[in-house]
């Protein structure tokens, strides 16, 4: 079965530190892996993905996310920190072929950036 | 409108009555998801739609719980008897095909009193 682990319920940060926010999948096919925000009271907003090609994908907002396959993981980064970026942070996993394709979710990490 | 439409935005309902909710995907979009969110929660996985394919219900957390596409666009949930537990904001979700992002609307949010 598919699922999405986001190990931190919390990160802590403060303005202008970089920031990861962790995840790792297990699937058994080749995933396709997402990031999701949402913002308070407001509906989730797509923020990057990883399809096929450079592990190192680039999404909005200045966030980029790593895919590395040996290591089962789809880690959120940002070189530094806004106090706007505070919010929940959602990964998600399709399987992909051979797995079937349904849209998984993580748990979700909440994001708060500091003065 | 361009985006995923929910409607209603906030439901109260008596415990014990049927509610419908109902989702308006993006035009075109071939997939369609339901997601339940419960206060501080992260998504719980209710049921998927693709194309003309069977529905995958295998979310759904009781047999109150049904959900129909009509026409491969507009969608409907349905919970019959509803339970204080199934107070939650209910998200619906599209995508133009398989295995890419998908697109969400604002949510209903059901309170069950």
């Known amino acids: 079965a598919q699922s999405v682990a986001q190990p931190e319920d919390q990160v802590n940060v403060a303005e202008g530190n970089p920031l990861t926010v962790k995840c790792t999948y297990s699937?058994?096919?080749?995933?396709?892996l997402f990031w999701y925000v949402q913002y308070p009271n407001r509906g989730l907003q797509f923020l990057l993905k990883?399809?096929?090609?450079d592990n190192l994908v680039k999404g909005s907002y200045g966030f980029e996310a790593e895919f590395n396959k040996s290591q089962t993981s789809f880690h959120l980064k940002k070189p530094s920190a806004l106090v706007s970026d505070s919010a929940l942070y959602f990964c998600?996993?399709?399987?992909?072929w051979g797995g079937g394709n349904k849209l998984t979710f993580g748990t979700g990490t909440q994001l708060k950036v500091e003065l | 409108g361009a985006g995923v439409s929910q409607s209603p935005s906030n439901k109260v309902t008596e415990k014990g009555k049927d509610v419908e909710l109902r989702c308006d995907p993006i035009s075109g979009h071939t997939a369609l998801y339901w997601y339940r969110q419960s206060l501080g929660q992260g998504l719980e996985f209710l049921i998927y739609f693709q194309g003309n394919s069977a529905p995958d219900k295998s979310g759904l957390p009781s047999d109150r719980f049904s959900a129909e596409r009509t026409g491969g666009s507009v969608s409907t949930l349905t919970i019959q008897r509803t339970q204080q537990e199934d107070s939650a904001v209910y998200l619906c979700?599209?995508?133009?095909?398989?295995?890419?992002?998908?697109?969400f609307g604002q949510g209903t949010r059901l309170t069950v009193v």
């Open positions: 998600a996993v399709i399987p992909g």
């Open positions: 699937v058994s096919g080749n995933p396709y």
């Open positions: 979700a599209s995508s133009p095909f398989m295995n890419t992002e998908a697109f």
């Open positions: 990883y399809i096929t090609g």
